[in-house]
T-cell receptor
Framework: DADVTQTPRNRITKTGKRIMLECSQTKGHDRMYWYRQDPGLGLRLIYYSFDVKDINKGEISDGYSVSRQAQAKFSLSLESAIPNQTALYFC????????????FGPGTRLTVL | EDQVTQSPEALRLQEGESSSLNCSYTVSGLRGLFWYRQDPGKGPEFLFTLYSAGEEKEKERLKATLTKKESFLHITAPKPEDSATYLCAVQVLGYQKVTFGTGTKLQVIP
């Protein structure tokens, strides 16, 4: 089984809908991250969490919220989806003992119509 | 503003034809420079972290080097399985933010 899993892998939704993307990891890492990837822009950090009680905004957090339900689970929510949130979303993890090595999930392709 | 520029955008090589990918950066204070490989439909896979000018790291056919302004990813005698998009990223001292480049798409032809 994959160490970092994301669900769903693909999602098509409509403007204004609430969407939740989920990430689970079996690596035992304390740090988790959410990124989005857009063509021509590179990966950008949305939110990150260094432990269950620690949540931090990244570069582009507006329009998004997160929940760290457990050390192994980190969810990203779009409260009211808009078309410019159409992108590829990645979850990543790292461990405090080797914080520079991030392990990415397979991604969720989100389309907002 | 922190900037990362990767070149070329795309590179096509014959199997065995060595080459280099470039990552030039402008940051206020570099904490680390990272290289990732990304295959189609997958998340990035970590390759290297470089921390200071002059540092080099190797993994199989890949060798990453760092100067004060840029990093190179040298690919020696590439094979078709090296085909992927290679991403470069930098992190500034004192900040969690990592700035990614847009990548170089490498195709190695048998």
């Amino acid at each position: 089984d994959a160490d970092v899993t994301q669900t769903p892998r693909n999602r098509i939704t409509k403007t204004g809908k609430r969407i939740m993307l989920e990430c689970s990891q079996t690596k035992g890492h304390d740090r988790m991250y959410w990124y989005r990837q857009d063509p021509g822009l590179g990966l950008r950090l949305i939110y990150y969490s260094f432990d269950v009680k620690d949540i931090n905004k990244g570069e582009i957090s507006d329009g998004y919220s997160v929940s760290r339900q457990a050390q192994a689970k980190f969810s990203l929510s779009l409260e009211s989806a808009i078309p410019n949130q159409t992108a590829l979303y990645f979850c990543a993890t790292s461990d405090r003992s080797d914080r520079d090595t991030q392990y990415f999930g397979p991604g969720t392709r989100l389309t907002v119509l | 503003e922190d900037q990362v520029t990767q070149s070329p955008e795309a590179l096509r090589l014959q199997e065995g034809e060595s080459s280099s990918l470039n990552c030039s950066y402008t940051v206020s204070g570099l904490r680390g420079l990272f290289w990732y490989r990304q295959d189609p439909g997958k998340g990035p896979e970590f390759l290297f972290t470089l921390y200071s000018a002059g540092e080099e790291k190797e993994k199989e056919r890949l060798k990453a080097t760092l100067t004060k302004k840029e990093s190179f990813l040298h690919i020696t005698a590439p094979k078709p399985e090296d085909s992927a998009t290679y991403l470069c990223a930098v992190q500034v001292l004192g900040y969690q933010k990592v700035t990614f480049g847009t990548g170089t798409k490498l195709q190695v032809i048998p």
